[in-house]
Structure formats: structure tokens, C-alpha cells
């Protein structure tokens, strides 16, 4: 009864390194999420995808890239990691958009020095 | 500009209702509003949702003002464990995306 799973659960980076956060889900549910927290605020949305082989942009997407292969897994990309990312990052997939809840994972926590 | 408006913080004792408020003004006719808490250092679960009536389950309850600019999530006999942080968030159809507020962090005396 897995859910949603992310890996790494703990990651350290440097300034302008490269790194992909994943993202796997075993409810074959179309839509999945990411979404980043920073300390004492809520969710924002990263991108999202409707289904394998279509995502699209949240409210914060400038520095993230994407993609959607399969319908179980939605990896994060970060290509030249800035400070400004250091945040705990949130996978979620529903199965439907909107009227079904999601289910998260239990994050993966980022800090960039 | 905030979708979605939670006082920042309210306290409730053990085995007594609480009455969790929610401002969203902008709220059209398609979107859904939907309640999840997060617990320290997990991730968001969800509690409950609605469109347009009010709706109960074996968690809470959801109270939808008549005019949708707010609502109010309810739980019955608090308990320690229902002491976290609960997020009313939007589901702008016309946009195809959910908004999470800051959230209200609830405190449960014993």
C-alpha cells in the first residue's frame, strides 16, 4: 500500500549543481503534482501533469523542468540549483483534477548552499 | 493577490468541536474548495471537499456559506491528534490548478 513515494527523503546541494527529485505512484491515478513549501508557508504549485506525455506550469515553475514517460512516475528536474530553492518539495497525485482529493508523499527535503 | 484568507493560528481543548474558518471571496461557481492538514514533517492529507453543498465524513464536516465566499471545516471532538496545521485551498477550474493558502496551525489542549 505504497501511495505516493519520492526519493530522496534528504538532499544537499551546491550552488549551480544539477539534480532530479522522484516521484512514483502505484494508484494508476492521470494527474500528478509538484509543489514546493517553504519554511512557514503553505504549498505552491510547481507543474503538474493531465497524463504520460502532458504537463503543464503551476505558479512557480522558473528554474524546474519536467516530464511525464509513464503514468506512474513524475520526475523534478533542477538544472542549476540557486539558494532560492532550498524548500521541501511535495509530489501528489489524484485521479481526477479537482474533485478528488490528492495524496502526497512525505516530501523531500532540499537545501542548497 | 491570496485565494484563500485562514487566521493564522486558533486553540481548541481536547473532546470539543472546532470551527476552522476560510475566506475565499473570489470563488466562482466551478471551483471546489477543499480542506488538507499536515502533521510536522509529513506531508499534506486530505480532510474533506465540496462544491456547492455541505458535506460530512467519517473526519469532518464542511459548512459552505450560501454565497460560496467561505466556509468552515468542523471538527466534532477534537482530539491530540487533530492538533496541526489545516489548509483551505481552491481548485480554480478556469485555471486549472489548486491554491494553498498559509493555513490556520491548531493547537489542542488537553
Known amino acids: 500500500n505504497a501511495g505516493v513515494t519520492q526519493t530522496p527523503k534528504f538532499r544537499i546541494l551546491k550552488i549551480g549543481q544539477s539534480m532530479t527529485l522522484q516521484c512514483a505512484q502505484d494508484?494508476?491515478?492521470?494527474?500528478m503534482y509538484w509543489y514546493r513549501q517553504d519554511p512557514g508557508m503553505g504549498l505552491k504549485l510547481i507543474y503538474y501533469?493531465?497524463?504520460?506525455?502532458?504537463?503543464d506550469k503551476g505558479e512557480v515553475p522558473n528554474g524546474y523542468n519536467v516530464s511525464r514517460s509513464t503514468t506512474e512516475d513524475f520526475p523534478l528536474r533542477l538544472e542549476l540549483a540557486a539558494p532560492s530553492q532550498t524548500s521541501v518539495y511535495f509530489c501528489?497525485?489524484?485521479?481526477?483534477?479537482?474533485?478528488?482529493?490528492?495524496?502526497f508523499g512525505d516530501g523531500t527535503r532540499l537545501s542548497i548552499l | 493577490d491570496a485565494k484563500t484568507t485562514q487566521p493564522n493560528s486558533m486553540e481548541s481543548n481536547e473532546e470539543e468541536p472546532v470551527h476552522l474558518p476560510c475566506n475565499h471571496s473570489?470563488?466562482?461557481?466551478?471551483?471546489?474548495i477543499h480542506w488538507y492538514r499536515q502533521l510536522p514533517s509529513q506531508g499534506p492529507e486530505y480532510v474533506i471537499h465540496?462544491?456547492?453543498s455541505n458535506v460530512n465524513n467519517r473526519m469532518a464536516s464542511l459548512a459552505i456559506a450560501e454565497d460560496r465566499k467561505s466556509s468552515t471545516l468542523i471538527l466534532h471532538r477534537a482530539t491530540l491528534r487533530d492538533a496541526a496545521v489545516y489548509y483551505c485551498?481552491?481548485?480554480?477550474?478556469?485555471?486549472?490548478?489548486?491554491?494553498f493558502g498559509s493555513g490556520t496551525k491548531l493547537n489542542v489542549k488537553p
Open positions: 501528489a497525485s489524484s485521479s481526477l483534477l479537482g474533485n478528488q482529493p490528492q495524496h
Open positions: 494508484m494508476n491515478h492521470n494527474y
Open positions: 501533469s493531465v497524463g504520460a506525455g502532458i504537463t
Open positions: 473570489t470563488i466562482s461557481g466551478t471551483d471546489y
Open positions: 465540496g462544491l456547492t
Open positions: 485551498i481552491l481548485f480554480i477550474y478556469n485555471f486549472n490548478k489548486f491554491y
